[in-house]
């Protein structure tokens, strides 16, 4: 059976097709129309997965996109609902949009698809997998372990921002979730765009200026803009972020906190915003080392698998190999959105279909990352 799965119109557009659980192609929308983070229909990845198998949208067996539009709909509405009257402007300006277009997403990925190859039929052989679902499966199915710990932490999918399932051989279960408004991914974000750079596409230039700062914040922003507890769980403090209302991430009161206005792009970057990157890379790095920390004891479960955005992070998995509690860690190195493609398709073959899982080859084996003796 081949599976076609996809991941589009946010960022990272994907294609990826599997044959009877085996990956046979995969392909990021950026390659080919040399867009970063491309978030249109991955219409030349498509046909890169198609000509690389040898076959038209007829091998086709399903389609799956990598998530739900319409809960993700339900989410906007009751977000705006619980913050009322806050909000009115960007509610305004997203309900057009959504009323237009992403309501009828279904209609329209099948009209993209017939415009690719009229063999797909539109949307017959469309189905939807939940965003953090297809995040847990690329990371688990892909793994060498046949039981796993998975630990998905982006931005926000449907609500679902950061998620634990337990993967056994071919089942994955989903066990619990913290939801929207409160995310690591989000609040790494929002001093992404507090310090001027872009948000989905800038993060990892945050990390990268980290090391040129010290973490003078951390006080600040645990004592004020996350509540993080002990096993890693947390909530953060919506009087300071935009993110769930505005059209920004971060309002007035989160600026007044550390005394200036967002940077802008082209001015210059001062040591405040060194040790502000700094500042949230620790507070991040204690986060994902508490919950894995608490996951480990909890479970008993020796493997351990990151998928999100969040486990693009290669600083903070470098922490997780030495301090997660976990035997061994493995990361999806298509961690964010375009990984969601792999994974959608993945999810249907074992979740849905019942398919057969297959082992990784040896190559993929060693390359498992086993946590660090510590000295006695």
């Not at 690389?52 to 977000?79: H, M, N």
């Not at 399932?165 to 408004?181: C, K, S």
């Not at 096993?231 to 971060?250: P, Q, W």
């Not at 992070?313 to 976990?326: T, Y």
């Amino acid at each position: 059976m081949r599976i076609l799965g996809l991941s589009a119109f946010y960022h990272d557009s994907a294609a990826a097709l599997i044959e009877d659980g085996r990956i046979i192609a995969a392909a990021q929308e950026e390659r080919f129309s040399r867009r970063r983070h491309d978030a249109a229909f991955p219409v030349a990845a498509i046909r890169y997965c198609l000509e690389d198998a040898g076959i038209t949208a007829s091998g086709v067996d399903a389609v799956v996109f990598y998530d739900k539009p319409f809960v993700k709909f339900e989410r906007l509405i009751e977000t705006y609902l619980a913050f009322a009257p806050r909000g009115f402007r960007s509610f305004r300006t997203a309900m057009p949009v959504w009323l237009r277009e992403k309501l009828f997403q279904k209609d329209q990925i099948g009209r993209a698809l017939n415009a690719v190859d009229p063999g797909f039929g539109g949307t017959g052989r469309l189905l939807f997998s939940r965003h953090h679902l297809s995040h847990a499966a690329s990371a688990f199915y892909p793994s060498p372990f046949d039981e796993a710990v998975v630990l998905t932490m982006d931005g926000v999918g449907e609500w679902a921002t950061t998620s634990v399932a337990i993967g056994r051989g071919r089942d994955l279960q989903v066990l619990r979730e913290i939801h929207f408004p409160h995310s690591l991914g989000l609040l790494y974000s929002a001093v992404t765009q507090y310090a001027g750079f872009r948000v989905n596409s800038g993060e990892y230039k945050l990390m990268g200026l980290a090391p040129y700062g010290q973490p003078r914040h951390v006080d600040q922003i645990i004592g004020t803009l996350i509540d993080l507890k002990p096993d890693g769980s947390f909530r953060l403090n919506m009087d300071y972020f935009d993110h769930a209302t505005g059209l920004a991430m971060t309002n007035r009161r989160f600026h007044a906190l550390f005394g200036r206005p967002v940077r802008d792009p082209e001015a210059p970057l001062r040591q405040f915003h060194a040790d502000l990157a700094a500042s949230v890379q620790v507070v991040l790095e204690r986060a994902v080392v508490a919950l894995t920390r608490a996951l480990a004891a909890e479970t008993g479960i020796a493997n351990l698998c990151l998928a999100g955005g969040v486990a693009l992070n290669c600083v903070a998995n470098a922490r997780l190999r030495a301090e997660s509690g976990f035997a061994n860690v493995w990361v999806q190195p298509a961690a964010g959105d375009a990984g969601g493609a792999l994974g959608a398709a993945l999810a249907v073959w074992h979740l849905q279909e019942g398919g057969a899982r297959v082992i990784p080859p040896r190559h993929i084996r060693a390359h498992i990352h086993p946590r660090r003796q510590q000295p006695a």
